[in-house]
């Protein structure tokens, strides 16, 4: 699909394809594997994709259902339209990548996508850089972003260089059969129990549209948590993540376990945790504007092999100073 003049493909159905497809969308995708279904259904749409039986025989193609023996499908592939997003070289650290996809760990302050305030210096960016052999999503040439990280979150993150993988992924994510698991640390101003489940519906926020909220019109959110370490003053939690909404762990800590995440300006009060958990921790967060919230593994099935891939990535420095501060609470 790199050449600058439209793609034709062609396949002539078999007795076999029949056999083992019901769908020509779903023949088609397996057939070509740069097209998912969605793109495929674009296409025809615009009519870019059309069958015919030689020499002359038009046939009304439908994605639902296979055509006759012999019908040869044409496709017309549109060659993916420039971005207007501007590709920066900003520094990535890449954990694995191949033709489909790429993993990165995320540090924190990057956005992911651009937006008014954020137009560049962003994920995005970095990526129409790095990756020369985008495939393209849609019409349009840019990378498959489908899930985000805050601003201030770090750690791992997906994103495909394809149409296929990237509808895969959103299937998968969708789905909740991804695994992912973060970090915290918290300020520990009660007692908690040490593990247990955070259930609740999260929506917008009535008041501040900056914020997310419990919100009984909202969707469905679960994540389940463990202590790992409980300081006193300062605790370490491991999340699980059992579905993916806007602010997830951030909302649930802040208002199901009434402990927001350390130094998160949105959900907490920076200046509070500073004052409570003194001056050594109050200086390591001096310059620091970001929640500590860390995507510490994730694992997948690859959209296109199937391979089963899993990552892990050590916090931060600055989270691992702060937990070593804590440690010194336990000795107190």
């Known amino acids: 699909m790199e050449d600058e003049s439209e793609n034709t493909l062609e396949v002539i159905i078999t007795e076999q394809d029949r056999e083992l497809f019901r769908r020509l969308d779903i023949f088609l995708s397996e057939k070509f594997p740069d097209l998912g279904r969605t793109f495929l259904k674009k296409l025809y749409a615009e009519n870019l994709l059309e069958g015919s039986i030689l020499p002359s025989t038009n046939v009304k193609l439908t994605l639902s259902k296979m055509p006759p023996v012999g019908t040869t499908v044409t496709i017309h592939v549109p060659p993916p339209t420039p971005t207007t997003i501007p590709a920066e070289n900003i520094p990535l650290e890449i954990l694995y990548e191949d033709e489909d996809i790429i993993f990165i760990n995320k540090p924190a302050g990057m ?104 919100n009984h019109d909202g969707r469905a959110a679960k994540t389940h948590y463990k202590v790992v370490h409980n300081f006193g003053k300062l605790g370490h939690i491991e999340l699980r993540l059992e579905t993916g909404r806007t602010h997830q762990i951030r909302v649930h800590l802040a208002s199901l376990l009434h402990t927001p995440i350390l130094n998160d300006p949105l959900y907490g009060n920076p200046s509070e945790h500073r004052r409570r958990l003194g001056t050594a921790i109050s200086n390591i967060l001096e310059s620091y504007p970001h929640p500590l919230l860390h995507a510490k593994i994730l694992g997948i099935q690859h959209p296109i092999s199937k391979k089963k891939l899993r990552f892990e990535v050590p916090a931060p420095k600055i989270f691992q100073d702060i937990l070593a501060e804590g440690r010194k609470f336990s000795a107190e």
Do not use: W
């Open 111 to 214: 956005v992911i996508h651009p937006a008014p305030g954020h137009m560049t210096g962003t994920l995005v960016n970095a990526l129409l850089y790095h990756c020369r052999d985008l495939k393209g999503i849609g019409h349009e040439l840019r990378p498959g972003i489908v899930h985000r990280l805050d601003m201030g979150t770090t750690g791992i993150m997906i994103a495909a260089k394809g149409q296929k993988a990237h509808e895969q992924l959103c299937i998968d994510f969708s789905k909740h059969n991804i695994e992912r698991y973060y970090e915290a640390l918290i300020p520990i101003a009660h007692e908690i129990p040490l593990a247990g489940t955070l259930e609740g519906p999260i929506g917008r926020h009535p008041q501040n549209r900056l914020k997310m909220a419990i």
